[in-house]
């Protein structure tokens, strides 16, 4: 079983920026952020692969990077131009793929952290 551990959450300012961390407990070739805002489901915000290839949600295209630390086992979250939907429980998520699953897995197929709150201020 993973350990992961999220940091950086707090409240920001809409337009504001926001960086979010993860340490991990050893290296996972796929690494993931999740999200999950009041009364929504939990969505996936952006994972990276085993070769380092990130993909966004359609949402934080242009706003949100995702990059990771193999050497250290951290992945980090750079959040941009936040906006009210933003706002949720921030998670990071592993997989021991190269390849990141899709969508179809169910979330207990990842290991999980316990989460950082985004909250979004005017």
């Known amino acids: 079983q993973e350990q992961l551990v999220e940091s950086g959450g707090g409240s920001v300012q809409a337009g504001g920026s926001l960086n979010l961390s993860c340490i991990a407990s050893k290296y996972t070739r796929c690494m993931a952020w999740f999200r999950q805002g009041p009364g929504k489901e939990r969505e996936r915000v952006a994972h990276i692969n085993f070769w380092g290839r990130a993909t966004y949600a359609e949402s934080v295209k242009g706003r949100f990077t995702i990059s990771r630390d193999t050497a250290e086992n951290t992945l980090s979250l750079q959040l941009s131009s936040l906006m009210p939907d933003d706002a949720g429980m921030y998670y990071c998520?592993?997989?021991?793929?190269?390849?990141?699953?899709?969508?179809?897995?169910?979330?207990?197929?990842?290991?999980w952290g316990k989460g950082t709150l985004v909250t979004i201020s005017s």
């Open positions: 998520a592993a997989h021991d793929t190269p390849y990141c699953p899709t969508d179809d897995i169910g979330l207990a197929m990842w290991d």
